[in-house]
T-cell receptor, first 113, second 112 residues
């Protein structure tokens, strides 16, 4: 049982480049999330998907787009990367939004030069 | 939206002592309060949670208390061990269909 799998684990980008972070869960969860983690800032929600076919903005959505491809997969895209987007990104899933445990992926460390 | 404040940001205790981390929340409708532990370089993992119909919950050396009137909740770790060294995050949510809001984290260091 893999849980939540996200790729890539590490990525270095130049300012202005684009990239997509991939996330998949095999727990049949309805809700999926993308967080970013910066020193002293905790975990801040970028976007979430309460169920297949829906997506909503979190606290810090600017500069990002998401796609809930199907129930298993939720991707995060940076169209034009900026140094301020240097962070560790975590994908997570839960049975439903707002109740119960969040299961996190291992994280993706992104550096934008 | 919900605002969660967490204190202290860093906490150092000697092995065997107790550690207490406190959080306050702003939305009086919040009814679910989990705590996550993140070891260095690892993913956050749930260690304990409490719902608003309960004032206290214990699981071995960890406990969480909730005061809905004051809108604060706390994590208590007794008989701390070196493996308790990690960053701890509190969180809260008004419930189903509402997203979780995290505190900024507490780095706990347990010294020998």
């Amino acid at each position: 049982n893999a849980g939540v799998t996200q790729t890539p684990k590490f990525q270095v980008l130049k300012t202005g480049q684009s990239m997509t972070l991939q996330c998949a869960q095999d727990m049949n969860h309805n809700s999926m999330y993308w967080y970013r983690q910066d020193p002293g800032m905790g975990l801040r929600l970028i976007y979430y998907s309460a169920s297949e076919g829906t997506t909503d903005k979190g606290e810090v959505p600017n500069g990002y787009n998401v796609s809930r491809l199907n129930k298993r997969e939720f991707s995060l895209r940076l169209e034009s990367a900026a140094p301020s987007q240097t962070s560790v990104y975590f994908c997570a899933s839960s049975v439903e939004t707002g109740s119960g445990e969040l299961f996190f992926g291992e994280g993706s460390r992104l550096t934008v030069l | 939206g919900e605002n969660v404040e967490q204190h202290p940001s860093t906490l150092s205790v000697q092995e065997g002592d107790s550690a207490v981390i406190k959080c306050t929340y702003s939305d009086s409708a919040s009814n679910y309060f989990p705590w996550y532990k993140q070891e260095l370089g690892k993913r956050p993992q749930l260690i304990i949670d409490i719902r608003s119909n309960v004032g206290e919950k214990k699981d071995q050396r960890i406990a969480v208390t909730l005061n809905k009137t004051a809108k604060h909740f706390s994590l208590h770790i007794t008989e701390t061990q070196p493996e308790d060294s990690a960053v701890y995050f509190c969180a809260s949510t008004p419930g189903t269909a509402s997203k979780l809001t995290f505190g900024t984290g507490t780095r706990l260091q347990v010294t020998l």
